[in-house]
């Protein structure tokens, strides 16, 4: 068909979102004989403002607007994103609802002074931005000091060798993908430490209109990375609304059943809310929802109104 015969993808600049992009790329070029896959790289807002927190300067939306427009404009067919930096309440008329297969979904240690979070000296210095690993740092650790550390992978790592920080915590997935997961000195894997809701998951959002997108993304879908990724969506997005928040929130089959271990904190590690539920797959919108209200009925309200007040100041 000539009006599929090219497809542009819209990305960011970074290294990790080129690699993400090339991989799917990669993918459809495979899947569909003559295809030919171009990518669009784009600097967004989120790139450029490196100096202030994210929740400032309007959150996690900033990384997709450009590539959005690109979406919109029809100079892009599809754009790549980490499914954990799209926001949960998605653009109209440009679903992300295509996931590939997750991988890893956990946090790693990169640690200087020492290879595990037990291991630092009191007072140790660790690099994060993302309130969500700052309220488990200081839960597990309330005698280390917590700097700030934004930017992209290489410029974290590279940051932690000058001897910034002593250790500094990132995602897996992102560091296997580059090649770096032998930086890794602690998996912080689940029940003790939590992921972000759909890290380590790719997600390609296309104009809702455009079937014949749709028709060439069906068999890169995968069902059960859907079906985690619409649990945890479905938690953050009663539990977030429009701020951020330390939320964690790890959903997988295990076994016949799908399991959800999810937990609220406030930044300074005092209070940390956290749930565990199960069931069956049929039942896991029924599940997201026991898990978001018993969330709220510890008091998750508390900690997020208190949040949204401080970060109006
Ligand atoms: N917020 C940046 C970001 N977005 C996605 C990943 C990692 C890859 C993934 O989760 O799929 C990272 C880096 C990190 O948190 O270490």
């Known amino acids: 068909m000539t ?3 090219r497809l542009v993808i819209a990305t960011r600049r970074s290294e990790l ?3 993400q992009a090339n991989h799917v790329a990669a993918l459809l070029r495979e899947l569909h004989d003559g295809l030919e896959v171009e990518l669009l790289p784009l600097v967004t807002q989120g790139d450029r403002v490196l100096d202030r927190p994210l929740a400032q300067i309007g959150g996690k939306g900033l990384f997709l607007k450009e590539l959005e427009t690109a979406l919109l404009d029809g100079r892009a067919d599809l754009a790549v994103h980490s499914m954990k930096d799209v926001p949960v309440v998605e653009t109209e008329g440009l679903p992300v609802d295509t996931v590939l297969q997750r991988a890893n979904p956990f946090d790693g240690l990169l640690g200087r002074t020492a290879d595990r979070l037990a291991g630092l000296a009191s007072g140790a210095r660790v690099g994060t931005s993302s309130l969500r690993r700052q309220c488990q740092l200081r839960a597990l650790r309330p005698d280390l000091e917590i700097a700030d550390l934004r930017g992209n992978i290489n410029t974290r790592i590279g940051r932690l060798d000058a001897g910034d920080y002593d250790a500094i915590v990132l995602a897996c997935a992102g560091l296997e993908r580059l090649g770096l997961q032998q930086r890794v000195t602690e998996v912080l894997a689940a029940p003790d430490w939590l992921p972000a809701p759909t890290q380590g998951t790719i997600g390609v959002q296309r104009r809702a209109d455009d079937g014949s997108a749709a028709r060439l ?4 879908q995968h069902p059960e990375t859907a079906a985690v990724t619409r ?3 479905t938690i953050a997005r009663r539990l977030e609304g429009s701020c951020q928040v330390p939320l964690a929130v790890f959903a997988r089959f295990e076994g016949d059943h799908l ?6 904190g406030s930044p300074d590690g005092r209070r940390v809310l956290r749930c565990t539920a199960s069931g069956a797959p049929s039942d896991a919108d029924r599940v997201a929802s026991e898990v978001a209200g018993d969330l709220l009925d510890q008091g998750a309200r508390e900690i997020i109104s208190a949040l949204s007040e401080s970060a109006a100041h």
């Open 259 to 264: 399991a959800v271990d999810a937990l609220v």
């Open 17 to 19: 979102a080129l690699w």
């Open 231 to 233: 649990v945890e969506r």
């Open 217 to 220: 993304l069906a068999p890169l």
């Open 3 to 5: 009006d599929s015969a």
